[in-house]
């Protein structure tokens, strides 16, 4: 006869058991920063640049790179809203440096990507932001005001153009009549690439274009993560491609430092693209 079990059951099984933090294992919750309040931060601040194009100019940096007054004046409103969503979160922006990824996650943010184009009074520029948590892209959003293009992006959930569902990049191989863009980097090796040349000048620009399939892929050189990390969370989750150059995964996680990412590729799957090492040049 099998004997009946009379020991009590441990004290996590037992609900007659008073509540002891040794035994009861808390999850903790870290939700998301409330994308809602990323997008409206976002677009305030483009407003804000749009407001100061006129006229503005601007000065060389030490790179030999324009930065102008709009650039610092939204890169620090985004700094602040930003991290009142996220107090002690880490944070990178073009103008104002480098703060390390806490357990809060990672701001990274390019005031204007685009600034040559903003400060000669074009329409070719974006404000973009990411925001990484465990070294994963988690929230991505490029917002181009004067086209009014307006492109954001949570992991796993698709992407939107202007609150509307953007529909998967097809893969397959690079047409000869179809547009590539390249930046500043590449461009010497456009001969080495299928499809047809475009350089505008700005990755938002760009990596917009990819996501709505105006440019059928892109390649850049010479980016950091600020300037990029909005642009593949979009590209990626409408099932982009995105390598470096050399054939190599592309990591954000690798990135999250103040150093510039190796060139790399966004554009379909299963493509004709030619990887490999010769593009280590145009890094």
């Not at 931060?41 to 007054?69: F, W």
């Not at 000048?201 to 600020?226: C, D, H, N, P, W």
């Not at 190796?262 to 379909?268: A, E, Q, S, T, V």
Request: charged share 20%; net charge negative; glycine share 12%.
């Amino acid at each position: 006869m099998k004997r009946k079990d009379t020991r009590s059951p441990p004290a996590w099984q037992d609900p007659r058991a008073p509540w002891d933090p040794t035994v009861i294992i808390t999850l903790v919750n870290r939700p998301l920063p409330a994308f809602e309040l990323v997008v409206e931060a976002v677009e305030k601040a483009a407003h804000h640049a749009v407001s100061l194009q006129q006229g503005i100019g601007g000065e060389l940096k030490a790179d030999g790179s324009i930065v102008t007054q709009a650039d610092r004046e939204v890169e620090t409103m985004l700094k602040e809203a930003f991290l009142g969503l996220t107090p002690g979160a880490g944070f990178w922006g073009e103008e104002f440096g480098f703060t390390p990824p806490t357990d809060a996650g990672f701001w990274v943010v390019d005031p204007i990507d685009g600034t040559s184009n903003y400060a000669h009074g074009q329409a070719l520029w974006g404000v973009t932001a990411g925001y990484l948590r465990d070294g994963i892209l988690e929230q991505g959003i490029i917002y181009m005001p004067r086209l009014n293009m307006m492109l954001c992006a949570e992991r796993g959930g698709g992407a939107t153009l202007n609150g509307k569902p953007m529909s998967p990049i097809p893969p397959g191989e690079i047409q000869p009549q179809q547009l590539v863009g390249h930046g500043d980097a590449t461009l010497p090796a456009i001969s080495d690439c299928p499809g047809k040349m475009r350089h505008l000048g700005a990755f938002v620009i760009e990596a917009a274009y990819v996501a709505t399939q105006s440019l059928r892929a892109m390649t850049a050189g010479r980016v950091k993560l600020y300037d990029a990390a909005g642009g593949i969370l979009i590209c990626r989750e409408l099932g982009a491609e995105i390598r470096e150059l050399s054939g190599a995964d592309w990591r954000e996680a690798d990135w999250q430092k103040e150093s510039r990412c190796n060139p790399l590729y966004i554009g379909p799957r299963e493509s004709n693209f030619p990887y490999g090492n010769h593009w280590s040049r145009y890094q």
